[in-house]
C-alpha cells in the first residue's frame, strides 16, 4: 500500500520560511518522479515544483522560482519542499505527488500517488 505523509506545515508570517517533507511508504521511491501541488480555498488545484527520480533535474512553477526549491533523499524515501520568503497568496493545502512517467510534468492527472496534504498558511 503505497503512502505519502506531508509533515512541515503551519502558520507563519509574510517573509518567514517553512520546510514541507513527503515521507514516501509501500513504493520503490528512487523510480518515481516527486512533485509539489497547492490548491487554494475556492481554486483548484497548482503545480508547484517537480524533481526527477535521480535528483538531477527539477522545474518549478514562475510563481515560486526564486523563493522554494524541492529536493529528495532517496537514501530516507523522503521529498522536500523549502519555501523562502512566504507571500500570503502562498496559502494553501500543499500536496505531495509520485509520478511513474519518465518526463518530469506539470500535469496533476499524470502523478499515480498522492498524499493528505499539509496546511500552509502565511499572515501579511
Known amino acids: 500500500q503505497v503512502q505519502l505523509v506531508e509533515s512541515g506545515g503551519g502558520l507563519v508570517q509574510a517573509g518567514d520560511s517553512l520546510r514541507l517533507s513527503c515521507a514516501a511508504s509501500?513504493?520503490?521511491?528512487?523510480?518515481?518522479?516527486m512533485g509539489w501541488f497547492r490548491q487554494a480555498p475556492g481554486k483548484e488545484r497548482e503545480f508547484v515544483a517537480t524533481?526527477?527520480?535521480?535528483?538531477?533535474?527539477?522545474y518549478y512553477a514562475d510563481s515560486v522560482k526564486g523563493r522554494f526549491t524541492i529536493s529528495r533523499d532517496n537514501a530516507k524515501n523522503t521529498a522536500y519542499l523549502q519555501m523562502n520568503s512566504l507571500k500570503p497568496e502562498d496559502t494553501a493545502v500543499y500536496y505531495c505527488a509520485a509520478d511513474r512517467t519518465m518526463a518530469l510534468t506539470t500535469n496533476p492527472q499524470t502523478y499515480d500517488y498522492w498524499g493528505q496534504g499539509t496546511q500552509v498558511t502565511v499572515s501579511s
Open positions: 509501500g513504493l520503490t521511491f528512487n523510480t518515481y518522479n
Open positions: 524533481i526527477r527520480w535521480t535528483g538531477g533535474r527539477t
